[in-house]
Structures are given as structure tokens and as C-alpha cells.
């Protein structure tokens, strides 16, 4: 079946870098766009943007572009996302996510979900 | 941007009551709207597509209406295993994707 599983809990100090994984399994990887959605402690769903997962080209929602890296290692189906110069409003769970439409141009949503990983930023 | 807003914010119910929900986009979006489910600790899990359309696996009691600006979620017998906070999303304003802020289900 279609899985995406996310790496595990991280905890990082104000100014340092995070890479989030999440590997996909039970379909062609390349074939489908990935998102990344942020959820902050007790608040709703923020999406960050997706990866053309057969070109690697990223596009990056407001408010998540320069700290933020979209890539992919394919020969692995694995996505990731890195963040750079974390602060304390980073600390979120962040999510992946498979657009099931197959489409490049009609991007229809999010499923199936990476479980989540929870990057926590603290002193 | 196209902004989305949802009513209630949260709402406690019994068991086999009929729950509605609503979303309201601030611009035409067509039935490019989606629902989701999220239970607490979890990953969000798509219930419906296209406004109106049942995801397979989804039990029939849960469902949705709507084009245009405004849309509805139903479920039409609440069940304990419902608990949970459901979102609704437009994908019109492509390459951006929106979230309404959520709606809380709890059981009275």
C-alpha cells in the first residue's frame, strides 16, 4: 500500500539546521508531486509547498522561502526538508504528503500523509 | 490569496446526532475543495474530494456538498471514533493550496 514514513522527533538549539525525511514506498515515486505542511503546537494546517518529484524542481509557499530546501534522492523515494537558521516559532510538526492526482498541473490535495515529525526549538 | 474560513470553530454533539460543518471561500473555487479529518496525535487523512466526492474506505455517514463559495460536511450519525478535528482546502488558486482553521468535534 501507499506509505509515507517521516523520520523521527528532533530537538535543536536556536541558529542550527534540520533535514526531515520522508520515504515513500508502494507506488513509483517520480510520478507523483510531494507537499510539506507545517502544523505549530495547537494550531491548524499550513502548506509549504511541494517538489516536482520527476524534474526536483521546488516551489515554495509565502513565508517559506530562503530558510527552507525542498529536494529528493530518487533513488531512495525518499523526499526531505531542510531548515536552516531554525528559530523558536520552527517548532511545528511538519508533514509530507502525496498529491494523489498523478498531474503535474491539476494538483488536487494531500494523500496519503507522512506520520510527522516533531522539530522542537529551544535553548 | 483566497482565504477560507470554517464554523463552527468547535462543537460538542452526542453520539448519532447529524453534524454539519461549513466552509466559505472568499472567491469562487468551483468544487476544487477537499475535507480532511485529523484525530488528535494523528496525520490528517483525506475524507472527501471534489466537494462532494467520497474517498474509498470512507464510511458513508460522512459527506459534502457545496460549489462556488459555500460549502457544507456532514456526518449524519455521530460516532465516538469521529472525535477529531476536520479541515476543509481549496486547490482553485493554484500553485497555493489553503486550509480552512479547522473545526473541533467533540462528544457531549
Known amino acids: 500500500q501507499v506509505q509515507l514514513v517521516q523520520s523521527g522527533s528532533e530537538l535543536k538549539k536556536p541558529g542550527a539546521s534540520v533535514k526531515v525525511s520522508c520515504k515513500a514506498s508502494?507506488?513509483?515515486?517520480?510520478?507523483?508531486?510531494m507537499n510539506w505542511v507545517r502544523q505549530a503546537p495547537g494550531q491548524g494546517l499550513e502548506w509549504m509547498g511541494w517538489i516536482n518529484t520527476n524534474t526536483g524542481n521546488p516551489t515554495y509557499a509565502q513565508g517559506f522561502t530562503g530558510r527552507f530546501v525542498f529536494s529528493l534522492d530518487t533513488s531512495v523515494s525518499t523526499a526531505y526538508l531542510q531548515i536552516s537558521s531554525l528559530k523558536a516559532e520552527d517548532t511545528a510538526v511538519y508533514y509530507c504528503?502525496?498529491?494523489?492526482?498523478?498531474?503535474?498541473?491539476?494538483?488536487?490535495?494531500?494523500?496519503?500523509w507522512g506520520q510527522g515529525t516533531l522539530v522542537t526549538v529551544s535553548s | 490569496d483566497i482565504q477560507m474560513t470554517q464554523s463552527p470553530s468547535s462543537l460538542s454533539a452526542s453520539v448519532g446526532d447529524r453534524v454539519t460543518i461549513t466552509c466559505q471561500a472568499s472567491?469562487?473555487?468551483?468544487?476544487?475543495l477537499n475535507w480532511y479529518q485529523q484525530k488528535p496525535g494523528k496525520a490528517p487523512k483525506l475524507l472527501i474530494y471534489d466537494a462532494s466526492n467520497l474517498e474509498t474506505g470512507v464510511p458513508s455517514r460522512f459527506s459534502g456538498s457545496g460549489s462556488g463559495t459555500d460549502f457544507t460536511f456532514t456526518i449524519s450519525s455521530l460516532q465516538p471514533e469521529d472525535i477529531a478535528t476536520y479541515y476543509c482546502q481549496q486547490y482553485d488558486n493554484l500553485p497555493s493550496f489553503t486550509f480552512g482553521p479547522g473545526t473541533k468535534v467533540d462528544i457531549k
Open positions: 508502494g507506488y513509483t515515486f517520480t510520478s507523483y508531486a
Open positions: 472567491q469562487d473555487i468551483s468544487n476544487y
Open positions: 504528503a502525496r498529491d494523489p492526482s498523478g498531474s503535474w498541473y491539476s494538483p488536487l490535495g494531500f494523500d496519503p
